[in-house]
């Protein structure tokens, strides 16, 4: 079976590394990976090919950023191209980003069959793009990967038989449990955004309590009054702990924009960082006494690790990571409120989701080689 595996964003790659390992050599599987370039700066894409050991891809369809409906036409003009060039078995994507729905409308109008990993996840609010992602991939694969039963239930409710939906587990914590050690391990360096200098973690941070924090969301930092409440609750924060902030190009891009930059800047304990590589992230995260952030992946890594997660949004695709682990969803005006609750002692754990084990890229490839059996 010729397998494509599709990647765009940064979130896909730590989606993708644990299936490229386990079926590097498969005797029936030939895998190719294909990169949509949705992601295309070093600290968004290669770092973590090479910090994953990724190899690189063959095909770079390197469609960079744009609207999103420029962005999604573009994949799809060039995906098709390679699609009936390399003729393959099945396309595996990943995930909810524009990469994901783009080569799935792809595949299946030329009869590929589409199977989806992180199938069946609904956040109920279809304001968000992801959710059009999701929703719309759901509605054409013929294979559906899940992470929980929730996603199951999603994907009974909306009319998905049975035998086509699997149970797998989380291909994020494969690599989180596959790196964890490397991660320890790491000297991390913090490099100051706008300037040539690094703060060294291990001297700064690592023996002491600091938190960390992520926001991309247009929801958060789309709207100049939303992204100014955020800095005034997390500069606050900072007061109380130290907050290590990697700051997500667009939004740098906005700070700048709305003109909030100096200010953002202003707070000596609020470090703003460029994007961490994957095991820098998780070295920062994994000692981290809690992690604030609008990320859905996060969400995940914070109920495994069992470090108490305020995610900033009105709602979530991922419900499990509340109802079992550590997860609590926060306005934007009430995170200060939430890191108190956590300095006095009151903190979340929760348990880690069944499935959720480093188990699940083999889980996948059984199942992929009974389908080829079947083929
Ligand atoms: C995308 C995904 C989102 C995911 C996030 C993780 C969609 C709809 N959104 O959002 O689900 O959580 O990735 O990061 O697919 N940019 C760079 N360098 C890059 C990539 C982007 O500077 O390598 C800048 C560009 O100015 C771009 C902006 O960031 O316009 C946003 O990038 P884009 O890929 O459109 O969306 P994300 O916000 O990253």
Sequence with gaps: MKLFLIAGARPNFMKIAPLIHILDNHSTIKTTIIHTGQHYDKKMSTLFFDQLRIPEPKINLEVGSASHAVQTAKIMERFEKVCIDYIPDMVLVVGDVNSTIACSLVAKKLNIPVCHYEA???????????????????????????????????????????????????????SLVNNLVRAENKNVKLHKINSNTHINFNDHFKSDKYAIMTFHRPSNI???????????????????????????????QNAKSFKLLKILSSAPHLHLIEPLGYLDFLAVMKDSLFIITDSGGIQEEA??????????????????TITEGSNRLVKPN??????????????????????????????????????????
């Excluded at 955020?230 to 667009?250: G, T």
């Design 334 to 375: 009430k995170i200060i409120d939430n890191v108190n609750k956590i300095l006095y002692g009151k903190i979340k754990m929760g348990h880690i989701p069944k499935y959720w084990d480093g188990k699940t890229a083999k889980r996948i490839v059984k199942i992929l080689e009974n389908t080829n059996h079947n083929n």
């Design 303 to 320: 109920t495994y690790l069992k470090i108490p997660c305020l995610t900033v949004r009105k709602n979530t695709e991922r419900p499990i």
């Design 120 to 174: 069946g996840l609904r956040s109920g609010d279809r304001a968000m793009p992801e959710e059009i992602n999701r929703l719309v991939t759901d509605a054409i694969s013929d294979l559906y990967f899940t992470t929980c039963k929730d996603a199951d239930n999603n994907l009974l409710r909306e009319g998905i038989p049975a035998e086509k939906i699997f149970m797998v587990g989380n291909l994020m914590i494969d």
């Design 222 to 252: 789309d709207d100049a009054n939303t992204f100014r409440i955020l800095i005034e609750q997390w500069l606050k924060i900072s007061e109380k702990i130290p907050l290590i902030f990697p700051v997500h190009p667009r939004t740098l």
